[in-house]
């Protein structure tokens, strides 16, 4: 889920900000332009820790910046196939639920909440209800699932789970499996 991740990059250094103490510069520079972006390889940015790297700074005719290839270590969230994740249910929807995972939210469709058919309640807004069981879910609900499909690219992170199997679902679910045995 998340991952200690050396990053590479050429950094500009702006005119305006020579004198300055270039680690501090590139520091800055590196987390206004990094942090929170998602990128393929090594997912979402979540925080730029430190600069191990600096090479000495290039002149580009035309600019009169310089430019450092520079290499950071980060914080770095990227979900796996078949991993079991817990989060708090944070949306509800016709079509399913969104839970908070790490830094980012995931779906659980209805087909995926259980082996019964989940549907909005006609009595209270934002609750699914199980068909047979009335069993409910809700926002602020501690649920686990699994990741079944984690897609990444350069623009979006789109995460789905299921929470059929055993030792998956809302926390109360598999409390009273639990008590059950």
């Known amino acids: 889920m998340y991952y200690l991740t050396q990053i590479r990059e050429t950094i500009r250094i702006p005119p305006n900000r020579f004198g300055q103490p270039l680690e501090e510069v590139i520091l800055d520079i590196s987390r206004t332009k990094n942090e929170t972006t998602i990128g393929g390889d090594v997912g979402m940015i979540v925080a730029i ?15 009169g910046a310089t430019f450092h290839d520079v290499e950071y270590q980060a914080i770095s969230f990227r979900p796996l196939d078949d991993e079991v994740t817990e989060g708090e249910v944070v949306e509800t929807t016709k079509f399913g639920f969104f839970m908070r995972i790490g830094c980012t939210d995931a779906l659980a469709h209805i087909s995926q909440i259980a082996d019964e058919y ?25 649920v686990r699932g699994k990741i079944i499909t984690a897609t990444v690219d350069h623009v979006s992170m ?4 299921t929470m059929k199997g ?7 679910w598999i409390d009273e499996k639990k008590e059950a045995v």
């Open 49 to 63: 820790l430190s600069v191990n790297e600096i090479s000495p700074g290039r002149i580009v005719p035309g600019d």
């Open 118 to 142: 989940f549907q909005m309640s006609s009595r209270s807004s934002g609750v699914l209800v199980g068909r047979e069981s009335g069993r409910t879910i809700r926002p602020g609900d501690l």
């Open 158 to 161: 789109k995460i789905a789970v």
């Open 166 to 172: 055993e030792g998956l679902g809302l926390k109360t």
